[in-house]
């Protein structure tokens, strides 16, 4: 009887029965369950032959035969495929399991047996559309798909590469932060996706550049700000701790929001600044000066009550510079403070890519001197830019 195994397709099934009961058996079911012919022919089925699918069942019943067990599947919606024992039990029937999802779906749970043969509906999912390793999933009782998608591939087909977290966060709504293969470019990297609201708001993040303010790596003089070299990608896997990095993010991934993040003793504080650009290279690279206005006291919140900046000047931006002709107070993105109406001899400033008056060690934090509001600071912090 199980010649029909050799075939693809349900008409294979249908016909190895004898015309009348191929005939009696085909009108009584379709009479019985309000069937109609034209889904009769559209639901159609393939067969793998010593397998078995091991998922929750929706009924397990004793078929005839292998057309008895697949018609019954057919005309039901919750079932997606079923398995079929390959010989009789004492009453002479087969043991048929109508099951609640398919091979597809649970590629994980589908294996090799001696005792099963497995037949699955040709839905959506077959053959499979989703592409670079996706997994197909029947939805909607079987009339359309989704796909679930490896690490760092989108779209509906799978058929899309991810180049920023914002895409993933988009695509699948995560809620809680994981790493993620993105294209930068012609270039794959494994990044820690920020999702969730953690401080800048929900959305999806992707991170940028990590500093240490102790450290010269990312000085405002550096290098780092102008070039197109990574510097450390393992610290994009590791989200908010002391390994400094610089991802290919900085001149690939255009926003329209940056989040900016301080950590003094095991606490981080976030800003948000909304701006457009193609990347954060584009504002930063040139040197040119670029405005931004939330203000001395959002610039200060990254620091908390610690935070002091003189009242004057209040440059803030990027590539801000202040004063001192032979070593301006600057920041590569902050606010620099004078105590006078004035932007020529600034002693404070808050910022990221620190250097000059008064402490040209500091590359992240805040310095303040000379009568600020809320005393005489040298604070080194690690800094965070991620953008979305």
């Given amino acids: 009887m199980f010649s029909v195994l050799t075939c693809s397709v349900f008409f294979c099934v249908f016909s190895s029965l004898d015309p009348q009961t191929r005939s009696a058996r085909g009108a009584n079911i379709l009479e019985d369950e309000g069937t109609s012919s034209h889904t009769f022919r559209s639901r159609l089925l393939s067969v793998d032959e010593l397998h078995y699918l091991d998922v929750p069942k929706v009924e397990t019943i004793r078929a005839f035969d292998d057309f008895d067990c697949n018609f019954r599947c057919l005309n039901n919606p919750l079932c997606f495929s079923v398995n079929l024992a390959t010989t009789k039990d004492l009453s002479g029937k087969f043991r048929c399991q109508l099951l609640s999802s398919d091979k597809y779906s649970n590629a994980k749970d589908f294996m090799e047996s001696q005792s ?59 809620t809680t932060s994981e790493l993620v293969t993105l294209q930068f470019g012609s270039t794959s990297t494994s990044v820690r996706c920020q999702m969730g609201d953690f401080g800048c708001g929900d959305g999806g993040w992707t991170p940028v550049m ?32 002391s390994q400094e990095t610089k991802l290919p993010s900085y001149w690939n991934t255009p ?63 990027f590539n801000t510079i202040c004063g001192h002709s032979g070593d301006p107070a600057r920041a590569r993105i902050g606010i620099n403070g004078n105590d006078q109406n004035d932007c020529t001899s600034c002693d404070s400033r808050i910022g990221f890519g620190t250097g000059g008056y008064p402490d040209d060690s500091n590359t992240c934090g805040n310095e303040a001197t000379a009568s600020p509001d809320n005393g005489i600071k040298s604070i080194k912090s690690m800094g965070y830019i991620l953008v979305q």
């Avoid at 993040?261 to 193609?278: D, P, R, Y």
């Fill in 255 to 317: 926003f329209s929001k940056i989040c900016l993040g301080m950590k003094i003793n095991q606490q981080v504080k976030f800003i948000v600044i909304k701006k457009n650009a193609n990347s954060l290279y584009s504002l930063i690279a040139d040197g040119s000066y670029r405005t931004t206005s939330l203000g001395r006291d959002t610039w200060k919140a990254l620091l908390g009550s610690q935070a002091s900046l003189q009242t004057g000047c209040n440059r803030e931006g």
């Fill in 116 to 174: 099963w043969h497995h037949f699955s509906i040709m839905g959506p999912c077959f053959p499979s559309p989703c592409q670079n390793g996706g997994t197909c999933q029947a939805i909607n009782n079987g009339e359309t798909f989704k796909c679930l998608c490896t690490n760092g591939f989108i779209g509906k087909y799978c058929d899309q590469v991810a180049t920023s977290c914002k895409e993933v966060y988009d695509e699948k709504k995560l």
């Fill in 210 to 241: 990590k500093m240490d303010g102790n450290k010269t790596t990312f000085h405002y003089d550096s290098g780092h700000w102008n070039d197109t070299n990574d510097y450390n990608l393992p610290g994009g896997e590791t989200g908010f701790d």
